[in-house]
Nanobody, 122 residues
């Protein structure tokens, strides 16, 4: 059974950086495409970044050039390096397993971890 544990969130000033981590268990990690989502207060959860098993990446337009998704298959971990943070990046961040087919992301299941809170504020 898949388990995803996110960490690394916190309070940071605008322009600052954070690195999020997500450790996966219960899956063959290296065979899964991975993604990060976020959910801001009062808004729907949105897809932020994806990474394939071959390390191809894609980003939501508002974070492109500021966020970097990466993975360490030996550690069953996916990362999200977030630079030049803005107040509108404030959200709970979640990782997810899935597949990218025809350029589209498909989440593997309805499972969500507990997420990690990122707050960008002066």
């Amino acid at each position: 059974q898949v388990q995803l544990v996110e960490s690394g969130g916190g309070l940071v000033q605008p322009g600052g950086s954070l690195r999020l981590s997500c450790i996966a268990s219960g899956i063959f990690f290296k065979l899964n495409d991975m993604a990060w989502y976020r959910q801001a207060p009062g808004k729907q959860r949105e897809l932020v970044a994806t990474i394939t098993t071959g390390d191809s990446t894609n980003y939501e337009k508002s974070v492109r050039g500021r966020f970097t998704i990466s993975r360490d298959n030996a550690e069953n971990t996916v990362f999200l390096q977030m630079n030049s943070l803005k107040p509108e990046d404030t959200a709970v961040y979640y990782c997810s397993t899935g597949s990218i087919i025809g350029g589209n992301w498909f989440k593997s299941s309805d499972y969500w971890g507990q997420g990690t809170q990122v707050t960008v504020s002066s």
